[in-house]
Every structure is written in C-alpha cells, then in structure tokens.
C-alpha cells in the first residue's frame, strides 16, 4: 500500500481537501443567506402570494362552508331550482356571515362573475333574519325573487371550490358558462386580449424606434475615437440617470396642445391656432416620450457590442471590391446582432411593464395592461383579477428573459456604462 | 472622423448626413431635458415659453416655483420622506449586497447561477408586477403605509445593482494576493481591511449610489405600498402631474436633473478609479 500523503494537521490530503472546500462552501453560502432571506422576505414572497391570490377562491367555501356542500348534489343543466335542503344551508351561511358582516365580501367576490350577486346578499343580510324557520324555499323566493333564478345558484355552484381558474379566464375576457364550460364575453365586455394585444403592439412599436434611432448613434459612438466618445456618451446617459417622472414631465410641457412644439409650429405659421396637433393624452404621447426614455437601454447594449468589432473587418470587404454598402450589410451589420437581441429584448420587456408614463400622458386610447391591474388594485378591488392578469405579464416577461439570457446571458448584464 | 482626400461626393453626403442625423437623435435625447431649466424660471403658470422670455426680458422669468417648493409643506414634506426612505432602503441594499457579492465571488459557491438569477429578479421583474406583489403580500403584514414597508420594498429593488456592481469590481480578482497575504502572516481580518476592501471600494461605493437613486426616482411601488405620509418628491410629481399640474413640478424637476448630473458625475469618477486600481488601460 502506498503511503498516504498528509496535509499539515496529520490529514490524508484527498481529505484535508473536501473539509476545507466544505467548508469553504459554507463560508460562501453563510455570506449569500442574509440576502438570500431578505430578498425572499421583501421580494419572492409577495410573487408567491400574487400568485395563490390569482387562484385563491378560499372566501366562498369560508364564509358558505354549508352551502358549498349541499349544492355539490344539485345538477346545473336542468332548468330546475336546487332543494330545500341547499335554500335552508345559504340561510344559515348568510345569518352567520352578516353577523361577521363577510357576507358583503363573498358577494362581491362572486359579483365579479355574475354582476348583481353583491346586491342581491347585501341585501339578504339584512332581510334573510326575518325568515325564522322553513321551508326557506318559498319563502326566500317570495322574499326577493332573484333567489328563484337557476343562473345565481350556478354561479355559486361553479365557483365553489377553494380554487379557481376563474381570475384567468375573465383575463382573457372568457367567463364561464351555463353548460360548464367557457365562453367568450360579449363584444363589448372584452377589453383584456385587446389591451394585451394592445401592450404587446406598441412595446414592439417602441422597440423598432428605438433601434431606429439607436442604432445610428451607436455606431457614431463606436467609431470616433475615445475621447470624443466618452462626452457624447454624456449625452446617453444624463437622460438615463434622470428620474423618469421629470423626462414624463418635459414631455407633457413639450407636446400639450399649449406646450412648447406646438406654440412653435404656430409661431412659423405652420398650424394655425385651432389647428394645434394632439399629441399628449393619446398613444402618440405614450410612444414619443416612451421610446425617448427607453432610448439609452437600447443604445448601451449595441454600443458595447459595436465597440468589440475590429474596423478591419469593414477595410477588408472594402478592399476586395465590395461597395460600402454592402460591405456594412454583409460584414458589420451581422456582427451587432447580439447588440440588437440584447437591446431589443430589453427595451420590449422594460415597455411592456410601463405604467407611469402610458397613466400620465396615454390618455385613453395609449394605456397598457399594468394600467388596468393598477385600476383592478385600487380602483375596482378585484385583487384577484389585478394578480392573474400580473401572472399574465410576469410569464410574458419570463419568457422574454430567458431568450434573453440564451442571447446575452444573465450574468452579462451591466449596469450604466 | 476627418475625411480621406479621395473620398468621392456621394460619400461626402452621405458623411454628412449620417451626422446630421445623429446630432438630430443627441438632440432628442437632451433636448426635452434642457427645455424643462428655463422653462422652470417662468414667470406666469404655463408650460410654455411666454413672449417676455424669447425676447430675454427678464420681467418674464421669476423664481417663484422655486420659492413655492422651499416653503410648500408638502414638498417638504416629500423632500425628507425621500431622503430618508432612500438613505435607510441604501445602507440595507449596500450591506446585504455586498456581503453577498463577496459570497458569490467565492470559488465555491454552490448554485451560483440559480442564487444570481434570485437576487437579481427584482431589477428584472417589471415594477408593476412587483408593486401589486408587495402591495398584496404587505397588506397581510400590516406594512401598508408605513415607512418600513417602503424601506423594505427600495432596498429589495437596489439589492441587484449592488450585487452587480460589486461582483464585477471582484471579476478576475487575483487569488494569490490573499495567498500572499496569510504567507506573510496577514490575519483574515487583515486581509479583508487592508486587500478586499480598497479593491471592492468602488464597486460598493457605485452599487450605493446606484441603490440610491433607485429608491429615490421610485415612484409605482412607493404609490402601492405607500400612502400619503409617505410621499416621495416622484409621488408628489406623479400627483401633481395628475390633479394640478403647477410649474412647480419643473422646479423640482430641474433641481432632480441637478442630482442626476451630480450623480453621474461620481459615478464616472469612481469607473475611472476602479480602472486605475485594477490596471486596465482604456482600449
């Protein structure tokens, strides 16, 4: 047997080696944990949570607990009502529930599927009391005839479970319907697809001028020596430092119909003073001042792509024959392929989670889907609507990210210069 | 970018054009920037030039935007909700940042690629997403319009760019300087004051002002999780904007292109430091 060579502390080296890598090991991740958990705290949850919330229906089985049990039994095809025993079970459910007063919240948790729920047991909380025994059938119906109609009680039914779909399907403007299965809204109840369709059209809009205009700079940027690259640099990057809120502002005091750009053209007598441009509170506002504030996240990738590629490439072309041109087309514009996917991608996936800008200066016709889940958050308070369609975005933008990655890689991601 | 002698005329043009073309984009880029400093010195409440102000009389400009955010209480009263908010979100984000960085520089840290991507989704996540999350998750804590839940939500935003920042000042950092070190008989906690912290210096000091300005042009999550008491200066614009747009907020919009300037201005100071520490020569 050979002899065992031996670290310092009388260790077989092989041994010595995995304790002090293990232990090195540790080390690292001990150092990474603090944030690890911060992150996971203040970040990660509240993405898990969205996501629960999304499909968390708990509030109907909670606050019904016997009413979600006794209409399992009743068949929702037929025309006819469910039993006694279901009327008997939501009597009791509610007169438990308005003592609490929860009954308000579960009816605007299903008015969201099937408007006029909320009323209908706002309103039976306060009268259902006076029922004092059965048969509760008759007597709720006379009460308020709403309980006589088959399409509430199958929206209670459908939405029974702990769980539900139901948050998706209204985000992609679907609902359920009477067979059980989904359906389509009516055409003027659709707004979801359009305004996702709508998101997705004018971040790639964006993009596109962006690179437009991008491009050209970037290049600029490349070729000129060092020294003069590094002030007109200054220029890419003073906007990109600057608060977003202050460059939506000198948007809003350029293009308002008495602001600065239109004030001019009347003052070269170009328009007339009635025949001032709209150029804010619509979707032009949104992509002008979008595609200005998102600019340098496209010209940085492309302009540290385009730094790496030799100028002798293009002499080379040049040199056995081929035009400028096509020695730009065939020879360089391939090699800053990279810089567009990275810059692209960026720009596409910044643009397609805007809310600030699109809420102060998109009007009506120039808002996106983070404008609707900011209105489902504060305005409508259908929390779980607001999360599906942000499930929606972030899985849009997941997407997106790992196509990135497979372009750039994630841990080529640079911050500023 | 002087021009050969034999370049031919369509050449020519077409040189001359392309910078045209360029100064046409630099100057779309700055200009909405520029427009906004004299504009702030009006003296009437409109958003535009007035004919006193082209004609360069001086009876059209006024600092009375100026004087109104130095005495309005509610511009105050944001000014040092954001300084504080972003202070504490800072040295939160500075800390765990970089003891983490230093984690994740190490040569054997397990699931490196899987930790990165972790800490750095919330740079990557879009806002609104992250502010309905929050809002959502922080209203079960009871942190909703409170300070601490601000503080919180900033300094989980800036975390990714000190992270950032930092592992790239530790990129290719030579091991045997630590080696070196412990040979000559330096402690560890020698080798940490007197090798890694000079070297990582800037990085942090950049990742810093990084999370910084992070937290104080933060705006959505501030809406969400925040309530009025903690209005940022970006709250109080965006409100502004929306309800009584006074040319007070160019004021203030000026003065915040000041701290940009500032700020950028460092930063810049600082890469060239780093680049000067490290050895590398500019290409």
């Given amino acids: ?417 | 970018m002087a021009l050969p002698s034999y370049t031919s005329v369509p050449e020519r043009i077409w040189h001359y054009l392309f910078i045209a073309i360029c100064a046409a984009v630099f100057l779309f880029l700055v200009f909405p920037l520029l427009v906004i400093i004299p504009l702030s010195f009006n003296a009437v409440p409109f958003f535009t030039f007035t004919k006193e102000m082209l004609a360069f009389d001086l009876s059209g400009y006024s600092l009375r935007w100026y004087e109104d955010f130095f005495t309005n209480p509610n511009w105050q009263g944001a000014v040092r909700n954001s300084f504080v908010i972003a202070i504490f979100a800072t040295l939160l984000s500075t800390f765990f940042g970089t003891l983490a960085a230093l984690g994740l520089s190490r040569n054997h840290m397990p699931y490196r690629t899987l930790i990165t991507s972790l800490l750095i989704s919330p740079m990557i996540v879009p806002l609104i997403i992250s502010a309905a999350g929050m809002f959502f998750f922080y209203s079960r804590l009871g942190l909703l319009g409170s300070h601490i839940g601000v503080i919180l939500a900033h300094a989980a935003l800036g975390t990714p760019f000190v992270v950032i920042t930092v592992t790239a000042t530790l990129v290719g950092f030579d091991n045997s300087l630590i080696c070196a070190a412990s040979s000559l008989g330096a402690t560890p906690t020698q080798i940490f004051c007197k090798i890694i912290v000079p070297l990582i210096t800037p990085g942090v000091i950049s990742g810093a002002l990084l999370a910084f300005i992070t937290s104080f042009d933060e705006v959505v999550v501030v809406l969400f999780v925040g309530s009025f008491r903690q209005r940022t200066i970006p709250w109080q614009m965006f409100s502004g904007i929306r309800e009584h747009i006074s040319p007070t907020i160019l004021a203030v919009a000026t003065l915040m292109i000041l701290i940009s300037v500032i700020l950028l201005v460092a930063l810049e100071l600082l890469r060239r430091r780093t680049e000067r520490i490290r050895g590398i020569k500019e290409s």
Avoid: C
Wanted: charged fraction near 15%.
């Fill in chain 1, 1 to 417: 047997m050979p002899e065992q060579i031996l670290s310092a502390g009388r260790m077989p080296l092989k041994k010595a080696l995995a304790a002090s890598q293990r232990k090195d090991k540790l080390t690292a991740f001990l150092m990474v944990a603090p944030l690890l958990a911060f992150i996971l705290i203040t970040f990660l949850m509240p993405i898990v949570d969205m996501l629960y919330r999304s499909v968390d229906n708990s509030i109907v089985p909670e606050t019904l607990p016997r009413t979600v049990v006794a209409i399992e039994e009743w068949n929702p095809d037929t025309t006819e009502l469910p039993s006694e025993a279901v009327y008997a079970a939501l009597h009791a459910d509610i007169a438990a529930a308005s003592e609490q007063r929860t009954h308000t919240r579960v009816g605007q948790r299903l008015n969201y599927e099937n408007p006029g729920i909320s009323s209908l047991f706002r309103s039976a909380g306060r009268k259902l009391k006076t029922i004092k025994a059965g048969p509760y059938k008759e007597a709720m119906i006379a009460q308020d005839k709403r309980w006589g109609d088959t399409d509430k009680w199958r929206t209670i039914q459908t939405f029974s479970k702990s769980f539900t779909w139901g948050y998706f399907v209204n985000a992609f403007d679907g609902r359920f319907n009477n067979a059980g299965g989904i359906e389509l809204r009516p055409e003027n109840e659709r707004i979801y697809m359009f305004l996702m369709w709508r998101t997705v059209v004018m971040s790639l809009t964006i993009t596109l001028m962006t690179l437009l205009l991008g491009f050209p700079i970037a290049y600029l940027l490349a070729i000129v020596p060092t020294r003069i690259s590094n002030l007109l640099i200054i220029l890419v990057l003073l906007p990109f430092w600057t608060s977003l809120l202050v460059r939506t502002t000198s948007w809003i005091a350029l293009l308002q119909q008495q602001g600065v750009v239109n004030d001019f053209l009347v003052l070269l007598g170009l328009l007339s003073e009635d025949g001032r441009l709209v150029m804010m509170y619509n979707s032009t506002g949104t992509m002008i001042a979008m595609t200005h504030i998102l600019l340098p996240f496209m010209v940085l990738p492309l302009y540290s792509v385009m730094k790496t590629i030799s100028p002798s490439y293009m002499r080379a072309a040049i040199s056995l024959g081929a035009h400028p041109w096509r020695a730009f087309w065939r020879i360089y514009f391939p090699n800053t392929i990279p810089g567009i996917g990275a810059g692209g991608i960026l720009v596409f996936i910044l643009a397609t989670g805007y809310y600030i800008t699109p809420a102060l200066v998109g009007g009506n016709d120039g808002v996106f889907i983070s404008n609707r889940i900011a209105y489902n958050i504060s305005l409508s308070l259908n929390w779980g609507l607001a999360a599906a369609l942000s499930v929606i975005l972030l899985a849009l933008v997941m997407v997106m990210f790992i196509v990135y990655d497979n372009i750039v890689g994630i841990n080529n991601i640079k911050v500023g210069s």
